[in-house]
């Protein structure tokens, strides 16, 4: 009974955490941008204003940060980041202000990484954050995620590693979801080259309107297919 009982209230736990960090979110990959090719990303300092007892600055950069253990993006800190700037130029642009600490990160970063991810967090009622991946060589916004908690999470380290635990995870899904619609697109391009490679079918294929040209490929896809099982 100990054993089910402790069991029961640890679902219970996690299905809150569910709750509260699941409500309110959105994301959205830019207009022909690519995330398929980042394989490195800096975290980038946070936008964020501490309230009276909410966690420091320090505090929030760590929870994003180790948040980043369940991506399969290598993800360099903030502080690391600030390491290598200090070591390639002599500039150490954590004592800067924010905006004066961006504008060196966005010139040192592209040596490091394939992109910069911002977050920003609007902590009033309820706590938003905003993650925004950059392209280190265009400065180009790649990808955005949005997600607000649940009114009565804390104000605390682990209500913001929980939400950037959300975006990583967020994140390595919509590089697979890209990955495989370029695989699909690459198969039927590949399909489309063989059906135009025969200078006859070519010719046929157009002339036809584009209805018939997409029945022509399927049709053509179906024959492809039925000869690959004969042989």
């Known amino acids: 009974m100990k054993k089910l009982f402790t069991l029961l209230t640890a679902l219970a736990i996690m299905m809150l955490s569910a709750t509260a960090f699941a409500a309110n979110e959105q994301e959205a990959l830019a207009d022909g941008a690519d995330i398929t090719g980042i394989r490195r990303m800096a975290l980038a300092e946070p936008l964020y204003n501490q309230m009276k007892d909410g966690p420091s600055m320090a505090d929030v950069t760590q929870a994003v940060y180790d948040a980043s253990a369940l991506t399969k993006v290598y993800v360099i800190s903030y502080g690391d980041t600030a390491s290598n700037i200090k070591r390639d130029t002599d500039v150490d642009i954590r004592p800067l202000n924010h905006r004066q600490a961006m504008k060196v990160f966005r010139l040192c970063v592209p040596k490091y990484v ?28 790649l990808y955005r995620y949005q997600l607000t908690a649940d009114k009565h999470a804390e104000d605390s380290y682990m209500t913001y590693k929980a939400l950037s635990e959300q975006f990583f995870k967020k994140f390595d899904r919509a590089i697979e979801n890209q990955k495989r619609r370029k695989a699909i697109e690459a198969e039927k391009k590949a399909k489309l080259d063989a059906l135009l490679a025969d200078p006859v079918k070519r010719a046929e294929y157009e002339r036809k309107s584009e209805e018939d040209k997409k029945k022509a ?15």
């Open 114 to 141: 394939d992109a910069y991810v911002v977050p920003t967090i609007a902590n009033n009622n309820r706590k938003t954050v905003f993650f925004d991946v950059y392209q280190v060589k265009t400065d180009a916004l």
């Open 217 to 231: 490929l399927a049709r053509e896809e179906k024959r492809q297919a039925a000869a690959a099982k004969e042989k």
